[in-house]
């Protein structure tokens, strides 16, 4: 079974340009979370998908920041314009409907110059 | 969900087991304990979870106090590989609730 794969693993831009993070979750799943850790900090919930909704995104930091998950497989996280304290790097998670166990995948790491 | 109270940083000698404490004094009956690890770079990694019995997987053992108030996850055999930050995480079973990191652990497991 593949796991939860995201691309880019990282990305490097200038502050004002725009980056588009995506995450691949396990076949079947149909819970998807983005958490981002920034840099000496904790881990931070960012938002949660059930199938194509948005279950809950109470983490979002702000409206820059835009994540879909059209027909409910993949999902992607716009940032847009991009800011220099958005560098960090940011994880998708997934899990099945009966579980809640999460499974991560590598995270894409954001550097905004 | 309720809060955990984890140490800061442990060390233990490779070879050894490794004993992760956790407080979770505000935990409710239908809540479970959960710990995942973040070995450096890599993406967080569930271990293990349980509500009120020992539980034991390949990968590390849980004991949750009677009054479910403190656990402990244990690692038998710590080697070099699992120099990670440790979480527990206290939350419901079902879903809906977002699983929330706290500050963890450092281990760092010396040869």
């Known amino acids: 079974e593949a796991g939860v794969t995201q691309f880019p693993s990282h990305s490097v831009i200038e502050k004002g340009q725009t980056v588009t993070l995506r995450c691949d979750p396990i076949s079947g799943h149909d819970n998807l979370y983005w958490y981002r850790r920034v840099m000496g900090k904790e881990i931070k919930f960012l938002l949660h998908?059930?199938?194509?909704?948005?279950?809950?995104e109470s983490g979002m930091p702000n409206n820059r920041f835009l994540a879909e998950r059209t027909g409910g497989t993949y999902s992607t996280l716009k940032v847009q314009p991009a800011e220099l304290e958005d560098s960090g790097v940011y994880f998708c998670?997934?899990?099945?409907?009966?579980?809640?166990?999460?499974?991560f995948g590598a995270g894409s790491r954001l550097t905004v110059l | 969900d309720a809060k955990t109270t984890q140490p800061t940083s442990m060390d233990c000698a490779e070879g050894r087991a490794a004993n992760l404490p956790c407080n979770h004094s505000t935990i409710s009956g239908n809540e479970y304990v959960y710990w995942y690890r973040q070995i450096h770079s890599q993406g967080p990694q569930y271990i293990i979870h349980g509500l009120k019995n020992n539980e034991t997987n390949e990968m590390a053992s849980l004991i949750i106090t009677e009054d479910r108030k403190s656990s402990t996850l244990i690692l038998p055999h710590a080697t070099l590989r699992d120099t990670a930050v440790y979480y527990c995480i206290v939350r419901f079973n079902t879903g809906g609730f977002k699983t929330i990191f706290g500050a963890g652990t450092r281990l760092f497991v010396k040869a």
């Open positions: 998908f059930v199938k194509e909704s948005k279950q809950d």
């Open positions: 998670a997934s899990s099945n409907s009966g579980a809640n166990v999460l499974t």
